[in-house]
């Protein structure tokens, strides 16, 4: 177990795929290929939140001044915040070679949407599958800083700052009876819109590469960011047990059990 680092740190938080599992009359749509295969929540972690946040801003606005996008459909939606399923394949390309740059880490848990775990478990409610990703993911990774902001992209009634602190309150627990250690770090909880938040809008790219690889087979995007990412806990995959961490050393690849 590491000790506090008496620091501040800021981790800013996406989440990918959907929740949904059953349609009407209880057709699967997992099955159906109408829902997304996985749900998964990521972070993006700094030290330097201001740093990261000028570059991204400062390509931001390059690329919004830059008429040679000015007549591209989704340019409307890239103007208010980058998003890497909407921006169109040339600007993808510009911020993943920037983010290539910048000095961040990113942890990520990943849920395979299981029926039956996902009703006996969660009832299928959203509110508490995503505090579920939420608490597992850091249940070792809040006490590693004297000072953590915690940065959610707000969703509807899922994402709200009372639920995010009950899993933070829970993540905060299941370490405690884990090592037996009280956390005494200074945890602040945000709620804001990806817009307001460059930072999210990394976190956002970065999560859509491991997306990618689950949902599509596409490893293109996560192998050039996979130094950065630090942890792909792909926490249902139990055939795997104890080989279900993926790390820069153990990457994620084509011998992942298929979803």
């Known amino acids: 177990m590491k000790e506090t680092e008496q620091t501040k740190a800021y981790y800013f938080f996406d989440e990918a795929g959907d929740t949904t599992i059953l349609g009407r009359k209880g057709v699967n749509l997992v099955d159906s290929g109408l829902a997304s295969k996985v749900f998964m929540v990521g972070y993006l972690e700094t030290k330097e ?49 920037l983010l290539k740059t910048l000095d961040f880490t990113y942890y990520c848990i990943v849920l395979r949407k299981k029926e039956p775990f ?31 902001d915690c940065y959610f992209s707000s969703l509807g009634n899922v994402v709200r700052k009372d639920t995010m602190q009950s899993a933070i309150k829970s993540a905060i627990g299941r370490f405690k009876a884990k090592w037996n250690k009280e956390n ?16 999210l809008q990394a976190s956002d790219y970065v999560l859509w590469t491991i997306q990618r690889a689950y949902e599509k087979g596409d490893f293109r995007y996560y192998n050039y960011l996979k130094d950065k990412i630090n942890l792909v ?24 059990d298929p979803v």
Do not use: W
């Open 49 to 97: 939140p201001q740093k990261l946040t000028k570059a991204i801003t400062a390509l931001h606005k390059e690329i919004c001044e830059d008429d040679f996008y000015s007549g591209v459909p989704s340019m409307e939606k890239t103007r208010i915040a980058f998003h890497a399923a909407k921006d169109c394949a040339e600007i993808r390309d510009r911020v993943f070679h």
């Open 118 to 148: 996902f009703r006996s478990r969660f009832d299928f409610k959203d509110t508490a599958i995503y505090k579920y990703a939420v608490e597992h993911l850091l249940e070792n990774r809040l006490h590693l800083y004297s000072d953590i």
């Open 184 to 199: 005494s770090s200074s945890i602040r909880i945000f709620i804001q819109q990806s817009k307001e938040r460059p930072l």
């Open 233 to 256: 806990h792909d926490i249902l995959d139990t055939r795997r047990h104890s080989s279900n961490y993926y790390t820069p050393k153990n990457p994620l690849d084509k011998k992942i």
